[in-house]
């Protein structure tokens, strides 16, 4: 079956028909154009499970373009921002020098101004190694690994405000909101939402529905 872009669905084994008719295809419609031709993406198999019961979603790039693995056991929700995760994570090889210059000089603002939280427990992981001490700081490597960790959950998280109203949760352990709000609007201006979706509810609001990101007390 099809979804939006073209990306071809392929089933198997017994897979809840709510988690494509109410998720998939809701949240890869909201994906921009521009973020879809530049991943390249063809195929996303979702299965009970995939090879690695470890893993929630894998990605490899094919002859005819990026194919992507769900395994759909558990939350509908968690498995469809699995398959946004990893469209970030490819879109991240896709990006070029400037854009990765200008998101490395974001970082840095970020941890100057000493901005300890982030989006997941992924990237968190990721910006602790890097902060260890001063000689994991000074790491090329762990800085490409938070670079390439924060992007791709910033590109799901961008895509995740399109798709439907979010609340965004504080505490030492989130990126504050108005870093949150910085990237996405640089997403914004890379990757412009398609006709008819916006980034922002049109008024702040608790719980989810449809139509942006919008604050929220802490959790």
């Excluded at 089933?11 to 949240?27: H, N, T, W």
């Excluded at 941890?111 to 700081?137: C, F, M, Y």
């Excluded at 992007?151 to 979010?166: G, M, N, P, Q, R």
């Excluded at 008819?196 to 990101?213: D, E, F, N, V």
Aim: aromatic share 8%; with cysteine.
């Amino acid at each position: 079956m099809l979804l939006a872009h073209g990306w071809r669905l392929e089933v198997s084994g017994e897979i809840p028909a709510a988690l494509v008719r109410d998720y998939f295809r809701p949240a890869v419609r909201a994906v921009p154009a521009a973020m879809a031709v530049r991943t390249r993406i063809r195929r996303v198999f979702v299965a009970p499970t995939l090879d690695d019961p470890g893993a929630a979603s894998r990605w490899r790039r094919g002859p005819e373009g990026a194919e992507v693995w769900v395994a759909a056991e558990g939350d509908p929700h968690d498995a469809t921002m699995e398959l946004l995760l990893c469209v970030g994570q490819i879109l991240w090889q896709e990006t070029g020098d400037e854009e990765r210059r200008r998101w490395l000089e974001l970082l840095r603002a970020e941890i100057e101004a000493g901005v300890s939280g982030e989006i997941d427990e992924r990237t968190l992981e990721a910006k602790a190694r890097l902060l260890t001490n001063p000689a994991a700081a000074r790491s090329i490597r762990r800085l490409q690994e938070y670079a390439r960790e924060s992007f791709a959950s910033t590109a799901a998280e961008y895509v995740h405000c399109l798709w439907h109203d979010v609340t965004i949760r504080t505490g030492p352990e989130h990126l504050p909101a108005p870093c949150l709000r910085a990237r996405l609007e640089l997403f914004r201006r890379w990757f412009p939402p398609n006709p008819g979706y916006r980034l922002y509810a049109a008024q702040p609001q608790r719980g989810t529905g449809s139509g942006g990101a919008s604050e929220a007390s802490p959790a």
